[in-house]
């Protein structure tokens, strides 16, 4: 069998380019979201309108948590909450969700978002009081 080294070279720069076009036309935005025991901590608070691809990685050693996208202008101290603390999410417009992730179990989370203020929770019991919730902008 011969190999031809030009050909292969060649297929090779064509699938570099074609994947260096495919980033450039507006590939999802990939955010990394880390739930650890009390907190979400993303690696960017802002992504641009139309597919958003959240990264979500259960850090904790023990604790089951929830991921939940909300669309709302609300800061986290006026979203509402039941007599437990728990966010009342029926009251709000939920854009997707991961739940139950197990510790150190990882998911993703595609989703199509407009321009707007968001949300994002724990709303397990207990979670969101201990202050598992972020807020994150999508801009135009």
């Given at each position: 069998?011969?190999?031809?080294?030009?050909?292969?070279?060649?297929?090779?720069?064509?699938?570099?380019?074609?994947?260096?076009?495919?980033?450039?036309?507006?590939?999802?935005?990939?955010?990394?979201?880390?739930?650890?025991?009390?907190?979400?901590?993303?690696?960017?608070?802002?992504?641009?309108?139309?597919?958003?691809?959240?990264?979500?990685?259960?850090?904790?050693?023990?604790?089951?948590?929830?991921f939940?996208?909300?669309?709302?202008d609300?800061?986290?101290?006026?979203?509402?909450?039941?007599?437990?603390?728990?966010?009342?999410?029926?009251?709000?417009?939920?854009?997707?969700?991961?739940?139950?992730?197990?510790?150190g179990?990882?998911?993703?989370?595609?989703?199509?978002?407009?321009?707007?203020?968001?949300?994002?929770?724990?709303?397990?019991?207990?979670?969101?009081?201990?202050?598992?919730?972020?807020?994150?902008?999508?801009?135009?």
């Amino acid at each position: 069998m011969v190999i031809d080294v030009r050909k292969l070279l060649m297929l090779s720069v064509a699938s570099l380019l074609a994947l260096t076009l495919l980033a450039a036309c507006g590939g999802p935005s990939g955010i990394t979201a880390d739930l650890t025991d009390i907190s979400i901590q993303l690696s960017s608070n802002t992504a641009k309108t139309g597919d958003v691809l959240f990264h979500i990685k259960n850090t904790s050693a023990s604790e089951i948590h929830e991921f939940v996208v909300l669309q709302t202008d609300l800061s986290a101290d006026q979203l509402p909450l039941d007599a437990d603390g728990n966010v009342e999410e029926d009251k709000l417009t939920s854009m997707g969700e991961k739940g139950d992730l197990a510790a150190g179990q990882s998911a993703d989370l595609a989703l199509k978002l407009p321009a707007g203020h968001y949300m994002l929770i724990c709303n397990l019991p207990g979670h969101f009081k201990l202050g598992m919730h972020t807020a994150f902008t999508v801009t135009p």
